[in-house]
């Protein structure tokens, strides 16, 4: 029982970034209303959605996968995305 709630956590919590991810992209419905107040979710666990609007939207998308400049490249520590990846 508690590996079936775990997985339907997460599960919720995957559906829940991609809602939120989309609507900051301003992808999840033509209504820029609707993609506002559905940003407004990625708030509610205690993130911040402007802050992400501008670390992802634009220096994620200007500066795709540039070491140094791409901060969705560190992630964590201990995840290498690329072979040439140092990790410290």
Do not use: C, W
Not at 22 to 28: N, P, R, V
Not at 61 to 77: K, S
């Amino acid at each position: 029982m508690k590996v079936q709630r775990f997985v339907m956590g997460v599960a919720a919590a995957g559906i829940g970034f991609t809602i939120s991810h989309d609507s900051l992209h301003g992808a999840y419905s033509s209504s820029k209303r609707v993609n506002r107040v559905l940003g407004f979710t990625f708030d509610m666990p205690g993130a911040i959605g402007y802050i992400r609007k501008i670390t992802h939207n634009i220096i994620h998308h200007t500066h795709t996968n540039i070491y140094g400049h791409d901060e969705d490249l560190e992630v964590a520590e201990f995840i290498r995305l690329s072979p040439i990846q140092i990790i410290k």
